[in-house]
């Protein structure tokens, strides 16, 4: 089976934060800007790449700055390579700071007979003495061009909300004294709650993801029988996703898989045999933005209790699936799906969450959990993987998942609609 949809034309993105909502609440908290430190909470505000500098995951490479007022821009402070980018992207102020690639722009200089020596001379003829590039990226650098954006921006006696949870207790003391005498306190969690909810743009890539995760994943199903390895089976999916994003048109597709079966279904060693309960939990990512979708199969009759454990678990998800909508809280979600667990004949079952919000976090889950902890209320437009999964070592790993998106009167299913809830018995 293979489901073909109409191609998503992925433009370049303009930056997804809605400043109204952020404007809202800051002015609640009493904060005039966020400071964003995360590559990808960079990204989702400036529209722009933070840079391969940012993979060391250290504070000063990549930085957005986001004035409670929305009529301002977002500054931003990122590395030479990539402020092309982000000036076009329309960070404004934009601070730049050197890294490690050399490089230079000889553009204004070509069209002359002058050598190579003489084009590279005028192209970085503006280098100040001892021009050197430090061996990834100077910290101190990247924290004196945030104090000049911040004195531009009038914010340098500001109270500055910053995404605390992105920056390294080794680097905290430095941004301190960098931003000082403005004042910082902790916004991850008001980060964390504007992230949560996606623009257009971002529930269009999560769509798109969506669909070729599923028509990837049902192209799969054939490839799954007794012999298949786990290896074998994950670099296939790989090869699908690429191939169904090409057929789409679709560009910066990446893929992640998580496939396990038989009775130890964490390590899966070996292959596929008879009567395997076979979990496949996989997503393919569009632009940063990863898909999550999950189904159970068996190949072959499976046991007996495996058929009573999935039937509890589709039982529970149809429960908790038909609670999403707005004003829903997610902890009375987790407390219906455990409910019916329980009520299933299973009162040890305590999964600590049935799902997470999607979007561009470093993997594939992030804010908010579906958990008993936890304080929040569905809103439209928020994308949620919503899942019930048991891993029992003996019998099998089991899960049912599905990407939802809220609306304004419940809930869309944006993958998973062409994939039966059931146990599949595959031959």
């Known amino acids: 089976m293979t489901i073909i949809h109409p191609a998503l034309p992925i433009a370049t993105m303009a930056g997804h934060i809605d400043r109204d909502r952020a404007a809202r609440l800051m002015q609640a908290t009493g ?3 966020l400071v964003l430190a995360a590559p990808e909470s960079f990204g989702w505000a400036t529209g722009a790449p933070a ?4 993979n ?3 504070l000063g490479a990549a930085i957005a700055v986001v004035p409670a007022d929305p009529t301002r821009p977002v500054g931003a402070v990122v590395s030479d390579l990539f402020a092309g980018a982000a000036e076009a992207a329309g960070c404004a102020p934009l601070h730049r700071h050197v890294t490690w690639p050399e490089t230079a722009d000889l553009r204004p200089f070509l069209g002359t007979a002058e ?9 970085t003829a503006q280098r100040p003495p001892h021009f050197a590039r430090p061996a990834t990226f100077d910290r101190a650098a990247g924290l004196a061009a945030l104090r000049a954006l911040l004195s531009d921006q009038g914010l340098s006696q500001s109270r500055l909300g910053v995404e605390l949870s992105a920056v390294p207790a080794a680097d905290l003391p430095a941004l301190e004294a960098a931003v000082a005498p403005a004042r910082i306190t902790d916004a991850s969690p008001m980060v964390e709650r504007l992230r949560a909810h996606k623009s257009p743009a971002e529930i269009a890539l999560l769509r798109e993801a969506g669909l070729i995760t599923e028509t990837a994943l049902l192209s799969l199903l054939p490839e799954l ?5 786990r290896a074998a089976l994950g670099q296939r999916f790989g090869e699908l996703v690429r191939q169904v994003a090409q057929r789409r048109g679709t560009p910066a597709v990446t893929a992640w898989e998580y496939i396990g079966f038989g009775a130890s279904p964490w ?20 632009g940063g933005y990863s898909a999550d979708l999950a189904r159970t199969f068996a190949c072959g009759p499976p046991h007996p209790a495996a058929r009573e454990i999935h039937a509890a678990l589709r039982n529970a998800f149809e429960i908790g699936r038909a609670l999403f909508r707005p004003g829903a809280a997610l902890r ?6 455990l409910g019916a667990m329980h009520a299933a004949g299973f009162p040890s079952y305590a999964r600590g969450h049935f799902g997470h919000g999607l979007g561009a976090s470093i993997w594939s889950e992030e804010y908010p959990y579906t958990a008993a902890d936890s304080e929040v209320v569905l809103e439209p437009g928020m994308v949620m993987a919503f899942e019930l999964p048991w891993y029992l070592d003996g019998l099998g790993g089991f899960i049912v998942e599905d990407m939802l998106l809220v609306t304004g009167s419940g809930a869309e299913t944006l993958a998973g609609g062409g994939l039966p809830h059931a146990l599949v018995e595959l031959p």
């Open 51 to 54: 840079g391969v500098a940012a």
């Open 56 to 58: 060391w995951r250290r």
């Open 31 to 33: 904060l005039d800007a």
């Open 225 to 229: 029988r007794e012999g298949a390895t």
């Open 115 to 123: 050598d190579a020596a003489t084009l590279v001379a005028r192209a």
């Open 332 to 337: 009375e979600i987790h407390a219906a799906c």
């Open 267 to 286: 390590s899966s060693p070996g292959g596929i045999a008879r009567g395997d309960v076979v979990k496949v939990d996989v997503g393919a990512v569009v």
